[in-house]
């Protein structure tokens, strides 16, 4: 019997079909679910993974991106060993972001070169404060009670991370784990990102004093800290781009 479901958006078919020959060749082949969204039928990743919580059968459900790949053929095999280890309410990741600005810990490797997501390594399966969204996930159950902000992460990003920070409020635990795997994408900072992170921390303000993400995204979440913050990396994300 299959225990484990895996989730993906999908606007690239190629991808798609790319993660899917990857993980038919693990040693445990989990259930997967793919969202077509290339014609653009949802406007945020919350409403898409949302759409089919409720068709999930299997006990366990991990979030992927679409190019995600796979290092060994024991990598789902891996994951589903430490989602044994977490507790009900509990999420797993591979990209953790600590309490400390710049500490994020990953063993994943990103880009078209293949270097690690981050400077330092992740030893078993360590608490942490949120989580990537590449690949995250834990008990179906869990996210069928706490299914994503619509609303708030109303785009394509920090869904994980808000999931995290309901965990961080309400005593529940976050984990990063060490699984090797490769990431294509290096991901983006734009301004749209920019904007829901202050959403979040606005959203967090009366119950966290600061918040930390895997994309070094550190800020008070305070009125003052919070539109100073944007502000600055407005002006950073436009010199970039221009």
Not at 23 to 43: D, H, W
Not at 85 to 113: P, Q, R
């Given at each position: ?14 991808q ?41 059968k ?31 309410n ?61 609303e ?22 976050v ?22 992170f202050?959403?979040l ?21 305070n ?8 502000i ?11």
């Amino acid at each position: 019997m299959e225990e484990l479901s895996i989730i993906c958006c999908w606007n690239n078919k190629e991808q798609f079909e790319g993660l899917i020959d990857g993980l038919q060749n693990q040693t445990i082949v989990p259930k997967i679910i793919g969202i077509n969204n290339s014609g653009n039928r949802f406007s945020s990743c919350s409403a898409a993974l949302n759409s089919v919580i409720d068709s999930i059968k299997t006990k366990y459900v991990i979030y992927m991106h679409q190019d995600i790949r796979f290092v060994t053929t024991t990598t789902i095999e891996e994951i589903l060993n430490y989602l044994y280890k977490i507790k009900e309410n509990d999420i797993l990741g591979v990209v953790g972001a600590f309490n400390s600005k710049n500490l994020v810990k990953t063993n994943i490797y990103i880009g078209k070169n293949l270097h690690y997501g981050s400077d330092s390594r992740l030893k078993g399966i360590e608490e942490c404060f949120s989580l990537d969204e590449c690949l995250f996930g834990g008990l179906t159950s869990r996210f069928r009670k706490y299914k994503f902000d619509e609303e708030v992460c109303n785009n394509w990003h920090l869904y994980a991370v808000d999931q995290c920070l309901y965990n961080i409020i309400y005593g529940y635990k976050v984990y990063a784990c060490d699984v090797t795997l490769i990431h294509i994408s290096e991901g983006t900072i734009n301004q749209i990102y920019n904007t829901g992170f202050r959403d979040l921390c606005k959203k967090y303000a009366n119950s966290l004093k600061k918040i930390y993400t895997p994309c070094c995204y550190a800020s008070n979440t305070n009125f003052v800290s919070r539109w100073i913050y944007f502000i600055k990396n407005s002006i950073r994300i436009k010199v970039q781009n221009e």
